[in-house]
């Protein structure tokens, strides 16, 4: 009979990769909103119950974290990405909130594309988990994540450049103004989110070379 020294480590990449579907799951019902607005209700609490799920497996890592003793890549950056996958969640349900609440008549066309964007990263962020996992190059796929976000700060740019260009100051039109800023602001915050943790990884990568 043998016996463990120390207690078998938990699978710290499988969590992530976990955390990833849910995330990507998540960007794809927001893509869906954003490219047909039919059934927006059911698809926001469609998010909203993904980001329950995420929140919970974000704790799970967490309380694992602090109690394991030997694990795969340095406690800090297990928590980094742990605590940026769950972010990158909450800003995909928050600008999936906003557009449902809001009452818009139409997503315009810069949001759709950075929400298109914002899936695509997402989806190579897992590929960069595994990466990270199996110890391979990160180099292409990094630099596709980035011409995604640079992608998103021109869209970013032409979709407020357009709602102030609107000479229109009824209520109305000034209200439809805030609204759109908040929902940009937070695709802003997701897709720089997602870049950074990106960077951080290709980091991570380095660091375990």
Same mark, same amino acid.
């Given at each position: 009979?043998?016996?463990?020294?120390?207690?078998?480590?938990?699978?710290?990449?499988?969590?992530?990769?976990?955390?990833?579907?849910?995330?990507?799951?998540?960007?794809?019902?927001?893509?869906? $909103?954003?490219?047909?607005?039919?059934?927006?209700?059911?698809?926001?609490?469609?998010?909203?119950?993904?980001?329950?799920?995420?929140?919970?497996?974000?704790?799970?890592?967490?309380?694992?974290?602090?109690?394991?003793?030997?694990?795969?890549?340095?406690?800090?950056?297990?928590?980094?990405?742990?605590?940026?996958?769950?972010?990158?969640?909450?800003?995909?349900?928050? $600008?999936?909130?906003?557009?449902?609440?809001?009452?818009?008549?139409?997503?315009?066309?810069?949001?759709?594309?950075?929400?298109?964007?914002?899936?695509?990263?997402?989806?190579?962020?897992?590929?960069?988990?595994?990466?990270?996992?199996?110890?391979?190059?990160? =180099?292409?796929?990094?630099?596709?994540?980035?011409?995604?976000?640079?992608?998103?700060?021109?869209?970013?740019?032409?979709?407020?450049?357009?709602?102030?260009?609107?000479?229109?100051?009824?209520?109305?039109?000034?209200?439809?103004?805030?609204?759109?800023?908040?929902?940009? =602001?937070?695709? =802003?915050?997701?897709?720089?989110?997602?870049?950074?943790?990106?960077?951080?990884?290709?980091?991570?990568?380095?660091?375990?070379?």
């Amino acid at each position: 009979m043998t016996f463990r020294l120390f207690p078998k480590a938990p699978k710290f990449f499988a969590f992530f990769r976990e955390q990833n579907r849910i995330i990507v799951e998540a960007a794809t019902i927001l893509d869906t $909103i954003a490219q047909d607005f039919t059934g927006c209700d059911v698809r926001c609490q469609m998010v909203n119950r993904l980001e329950a799920e995420g929140d919970n497996l974000n704790r799970t890592i967490s309380q694992l974290l602090s109690t394991t003793f030997i694990t795969p890549i340095d406690r800090e950056d297990i928590h980094q990405i742990n605590v940026s996958q769950e972010t990158i969640l909450n800003h995909i349900q928050a $600008i999936s909130n906003r557009i449902g609440v809001y009452e818009f008549t139409r997503i315009r066309f810069p949001a759709q594309r950075m929400v298109s964007n914002l899936k695509e990263m997402v989806i190579a962020i897992g590929l960069l988990l595994a990466m990270l996992e199996s110890k391979k190059d990160v =180099d292409e796929t990094v630099g596709q994540v980035k011409f995604k976000k640079k992608e998103c700060e021109m869209l970013l740019l032409s979709g407020l450049g357009e709602l102030y260009a609107n000479h229109d100051s009824s209520p109305e039109q000034v209200m439809e103004i805030m609204k759109w800023t908040h929902v940009y =602001d937070r695709i =802003d915050k997701a897709f720089n989110r997602a870049w950074q943790l990106a960077k951080a990884i290709e980091g991570i990568v380095l660091k375990n070379a």
